[in-house]
């Protein structure tokens, strides 16, 4: 309810960690890092004080996340050129798209699908930057 509150009324709430609350929401806009950052605050502001955000999507992604938005298989992307991952098996999902445009058929059929998730992670990238320097903090209503 809380979160309803809080303006993000299609909050989906995920506890499959134990210590984490994962919150998925879908939101559109121009500015995608303002899109990103003012959603982020408004989903600390309707949780309970004291949680602390620990990243925004979509910025670090497997190529099962990748193939999930795509509309293929993750042995059809492991088959393409991609751009090297930056720590383990993660990718930066910004990178990405001039690796996959490149590619003919279903893999460029699904970029035109998930083009705003792609478009949104250079914001998510610069977010979780400063969510890192810890520069990102909500703005707390008063009670």
């Keep these: 309810d809380a979160l309803y509150e809080a303006g993000c009324e299609n909050a989906v709430i995920g506890l499959g960690a134990p210590?984490?609350?994962g919150v998925g929401v879908t939101r559109s806009?121009?500015?995608?890092?303002?899109?990103?950052?003012?959603t982020a605050r408004r989903i600390l502001n309707g949780l309970p004080e004291g949680l602390?955000?620990?990243e925004v999507r979509p910025d670090l992604v497997t190529l099962a996340e990748v193939a999930a938005r795509l509309k293929v298989t993750r042995q059809a992307l492991q088959k393409r050129r991609m751009p090297p991952p930056s720590v383990g098996g993660l990718y930066r999902?910004?990178?990405?798209?001039p690796y996959l445009d490149s590619v003919a058929?279903?893999?460029?059929?699904?970029?035109?699908?998930a083009a705003a998730w792609f478009a949104a992670a250079p914001g998510a990238?610069?977010?979780?930057a400063?969510?890192?320097?810890?520069?990102?903090?909500p703005v707390r209503r008063p009670p």
Excluded: Y
């Design 125 to 128: 990238q610069r977010v979780n």
């Design 93 to 97: 999902a910004s990178e990405m798209p």
């Design 52 to 54: 602390t955000l620990r």
């Design 130 to 137: 400063r969510i890192g320097l810890e520069e990102f903090a």
């Design 105 to 113: 058929g279903r893999i460029r059929d699904g970029m035109r699908t």
């Design 29 to 38: 806009g121009t500015d995608a890092e303002a899109v990103i950052s003012a």
């Design 19 to 21: 210590g984490l609350i």
